[in-house]
């Protein structure tokens, strides 16, 4: 099983650029990939930009620091701490990003909408698979002649009461005697 984490310093643009260009927070985490999930698209975003909500979730309690070797060093402290490190430390640089705060009430917001957004994408893909299913049924109604090259059939063998599995070595025709749904070939 893989332990999925590492220690990442994120660095964003300060609020005040007067006393420095950029901060730094580190954290140790799992699943750091996270803060770059997109929830109105339901994909991880492709422009390298972090969601703002969730990278809040993640770095919210972390110590800021205003130097990269402060960070460095407290990233190397906080790792050699910890006895599985999967990815080590890793900078996530994202110096043109300021760092959002928001109260309680906005991530509950945002989290909600995510996952009503998520939601609708699982009933469109879902919705999508049983039209993709539905037309490529066939219903053959009963009494159809039925010719079949190669395959694999089941049927129940009357001796021993057990169901049989046989491929079908040659083409063979019967008729049905009950209506069947197939699965078109593509």
């Not at 339901?42 to 990269?68: H, K, L, N, Q």
């Not at 009430?105 to 049983?130: C, M, P, S």
Request: proline share 3%; aromatic share 12%.
């Amino acid at each position: 099983m893989s332990a999925d984490n590492g220690v990442y310093i994120l660095k964003t643009k300060a609020e005040d650029h007067a006393a420095t260009p950029f901060e730094y927070r580190v954290i140790h985490t799992a699943n750091i990939e996270e803060i770059y999930w997109d929830a109105e698209g339901a994909c991880y975003r492709e422009d390298g930009r972090f969601t703002p909500e969730v990278a809040f979730e993640y770095f919210w309690a972390a110590p800021v620091f205003t130097s990269s070797y402060e960070a460095w060093e407290h990233a190397k402290k906080m790792a050699a701490s910890i006895s599985v490190l999967e990815y080590g430390i890793g900078m996530l640089e994202h110096g043109d990003q300021l760092f959002q705060s928001f109260t309680p009430g906005e991530l509950e917001e945002f989290f909600n909408r995510a996952e009503k957004i998520l939601e609708q994408h699982r009933r469109d893909r879902e919705e999508k698979r049983q039209r993709d299913l539905e037309a490529r049924t066939v219903r053959l109604p009963a009494h159809s002649q039925v010719e079949m090259v190669a395959g694999t059939i089941s049927f129940l063998d009357e001796e021993s009461g057990k169901t049989v599995r046989a491929q079908v070595r040659r083409p063979i025709s019967f008729r049905l005697s009950e209506e069947l749904e197939v699965l078109k070939i593509r």
